[in-house]
Each structure stands twice: as C-alpha cells, then as structure tokens.
Nanobody, 124 residues
C-alpha cells in the first residue's frame, strides 16, 4: 500500500486549500482513513478521520472542527482534506494515513500506512 499526499502550499490567513491523497491497493474502501499534521518541534497530531465508505462516520480535532472536512472517493482510491478559514497555527506538514481497521480513531499507532506528507504554510 502506498499513499501519496499533495496539494500543499503557501496560503494567506483565512484562505483555503484542498489536500488530495491517492492510495494504492484494491482494499482501500475497507479501511478508515485519517489526516495528521506535524509542526516544527511538535509531535504529530490528529486532524481528521473517516470510517470506511464515503459518507461514513467522521472525527475531527477540536482545533479544526467546523473549518476542515474529510471525504473520500472509493472509486478513485482518494481521500481529501478540505481546509477553510486557515490560520497561521495550521502551518505544518500534513500526512494522510490508512488505519488498521474500518472505524475512526485519533491514535496514530492505529494507522499502519502513511504518505510522505505535504507542507502547508499559512502566512501573510
């Protein structure tokens, strides 16, 4: 299984970005997917997760709730993170990950496949 995140870049505060993540593997739809981020000098933190099946259960970190939306397209083996009203504190490397099972969860130890990360910088 390989995951490839992209879509990062420099955006002004209040702006938006959409991060796509493409996954290989025929069993993509059987697993929950998540997004994590890591800022310089900080530990990797949970951002959002989505259970198997598009339209399933979602979970968000309090810091992004109401601003970020996770979604998936199982036909294309894609998961997305739509980020709106971005703040400077959202600056980080963002990683997509595949969970070991089908249910949502914030613990990175429960994710066994990780993408390489994409840099998001929010600055004026």
């Amino acid at each position: 299984v390989q995951l490839q995140a992209s879509g990062g870049g420099l955006v002004q505060p209040g702006g938006s970005l959409r991060l796509p993540c493409e996954a290989s593997g025929r069993t993509f739809s059987s697993y929950a997917m998540g997004w994590f981020r890591q800022a310089p000098g900080e530990e990797r933190e949970f951002v959002a997760a989505l259970s198997k099946w598009s339209g399933g259960t979602t979970m968000y970190a309090d810091s992004v709730k109401g601003r970020f939306t996770i979604s998936r397209d199982d036909a294309k083996n894609m998961v997305y993170l739509e980020m709106n009203s971005l703040k400077p504190e959202d600056t980080a490397i963002y990683y997509c990950a595949r969970k070991k099972d089908a249910v949502v969860g914030p613990n990175p130890a429960e994710y066994n496949y990780w993408g390489q990360g994409t840099q998001v910088t929010v600055s004026s």
